[in-house]
């Protein structure tokens, strides 16, 4: 059987990486997610706005937020949504500071921004002092709200 078209052209060598994680963790169970999930989430983001965005891949904060979302009850996000705190680092885990990271250069970021923000079941303090986004998990997630956009 031939490979799919998204296995040959990959924009990061995944494969290399993953056998090498592999070989060094045997026994750590790992998953990959199916390559159209991304662009089903970034479809997603698109009925939601009005005008069109383009077609590049949504962050793994976000793709991660949302595997959560199929997991959990609720879903508490950190630093999503800026907060008055006001950094431009780029992840919690190194001190690589760009705005491109908020604001985003490749990743549609101010889209997904927007939409956690609609999902958003806490409070406006929660998100400007705190940091701190409520989501809700699928299973609690009303749909039915309309804010002017299509809802899907």
Not at 127 to 146: D, K, S
Request: proline share 9%; net charge positive; hydrophobic share 30%.
């Amino acid at each position: 059987m031939p490979r799919p078209q998204w296995y040959n052209r990959t924009d990061y060598p995944i494969f290399t990486q993953y056998q090498r994680y592999r070989r060094l963790h045997p026994m750590q169970p790992f998953y990959i997610l199916h390559p159209r999930f991304e662009w089903q989430v970034w479809q997603r983001i698109q009925d939601n706005m009005a005008e069109p965005i383009q077609r590049n891949p949504p962050s793994s904060g976000l793709l991660g937020t949302i595997l959560m979302m199929s997991l959990c009850e609720v879903v508490h996000v950190y630093e999503f949504l800026p907060s008055r705190r006001k950094t431009e680092l780029c992840h919690y885990y190194q001190r690589f500071y760009d705005a491109a990271c908020t604001l985003g250069a490749y990743h549609p970021l101010l889209y997904e921004k927007n939409l956690v923000k609609r999902m958003n079941q806490g409070s406006d303090p929660d998100i400007y002092t705190h940091g701190r986004v409520t989501l809700p998990g699928f299973r609690h997630l009303n749909c039915t709200h309309t804010a002017g956009v299509n809802n899907h």
